[in-house]
């Protein structure tokens, strides 16, 4: 009678458990962590207007600035994390800072960051999109740009 | 003879058993008949030998660890894991709401810290500017384009 109960019982036990587990895991593994192609641009002004082939995707975002020259300068791959910061190298010498602010389903909230130029910003956008973001003034006519695209 | 199977009868009697007139005519009768007197010699002598042979039986058996195989029996059944099934077993639904509130605890906690779900979110494109030198954003469908203010002389900037 008592190991009837028992098997009775203990599948109740293990079933709450897994569900306790169920509740708890997604919380404790939810990684702010966002595989991310970051793209640096050199824009200059000048005609005719030409744009690197492998800039294709950004035309509709970059046709409308001042500058008709795009060529791309680097393109990584990095994974963004929230908290830490990836640094970006520049063709000036300076660096872009991206992290992760946060991250809700298809959302994202990037922040960049050029510690030399005293500007920050956050940027939310959802998967598909991607972040034109100047880096550096125009200085001779040129200035430089970098595209985010997180899940690219 | 015939006073051999009136008197059979009393020959299994015991002392104070019988009237004192029928003890004494007994006793009268055995004197003179030799088979009743060797008749009730037997029933003397094997007297009490059955009693005697159930109680040896029962003494065969050692009831010496009885007392302690039953009570290891119940300080197993109330041993700690013992235990724990004793009151779950009892308690069915206490114990059910038990296991299952820490996880609605849990979902509840992360319902909260997850805040709204993307259907409730702000729409996209939000641009915080937290420090100078961010101020035009231009909006497309594709994403924002952030550019970078001309506070000073280098140049020329805009759309």
């Not at chain 1, 500058?67 to 640094?87: E, I, K, R």
């Not at chain 2, 724990?84 to 296991?99: G, K, N, P, Q, T």
């Not at chain 2, 594709?142 to 002389?153: A, K, Y």
Request: hydrophobic share 45%.
């Amino acid at each position: 009678m008592m190991e009837l109960q028992q098997r009775r019982v203990l599948p109740t036990l293990i079933l709450s458990m897994a569900l306790a587990a169920a509740a708890l895991l997604p919380s404790a593994a939810r990684a702010e962590a966002v595989p991310t192609r970051v793209r640096v641009l050199k824009a200059t002004r000048g005609t005719p207007g030409k744009l690197d082939p492998r800039l294709e995707d950004v035309k509709k975002q970059v046709s409308a600035l001042a500058w008709q020259q795009w060529t791309l300068v680097s393109d990584q791959t990095p994974t963004l994390q929230q908290g830490t910061s990836t640094f970006i190298d520049l063709p000036d010498g300076g660096q872009a800072a991206l992290s992760i602010v946060e991250t809700r389903g298809n959302l994202v909230t990037i922040e960049v960051a050029m510690a030399q130029k005293n500007t920050q910003s956050h940027v939310t956008i959802e998967k598909g999109q991607r972040i034109v973001h100047q880096v550096a003034k125009e200085k001779d006519g040129v200035a430089l740009f970098i595209v985010v695209t997180p899940w690219p | 003879m015939s006073e051999c199977r009136h008197y059979a009868p009393m020959l299994t009697s015991r002392p104070g058993e019988l009237p004192a007139a029928d003890a004494q005519a007994m006793e009268r009768h055995l004197d003179a008949c030799v088979e009743c007197r060797a008749l009730r010699a037997t029933f003397l002598a094997t007297e009490g030998l059955l009693a005697e042979g159930l109680l040896a039986k029962a003494a065969e058996r050692d009831f010496a660890p009885f007392t302690d195989a039953v009570m290891a029996r119940v300080t197993r059944r109330h041993s700690r894991p013992g235990r724990l099934y004793d009151w779950v077993s009892h308690h069915r639904v206490r114990a059910a709401i038990s296991a299952l509130a820490p996880a609605f605890a849990a979902a509840a906690l992360v319902v909260y810290f997850q805040g709204p779900t993307p259907d409730n979110s702000p729409a996209p494109h939000v641009f915080e500017m937290t420090s100078e030198g961010v101020t035009t954003v231009l909006k497309t469908d594709q994403g924002p384009v952030v550019l970078m203010g001309d506070d000073d002389d280098d140049g020329d900037e805009g759309t």
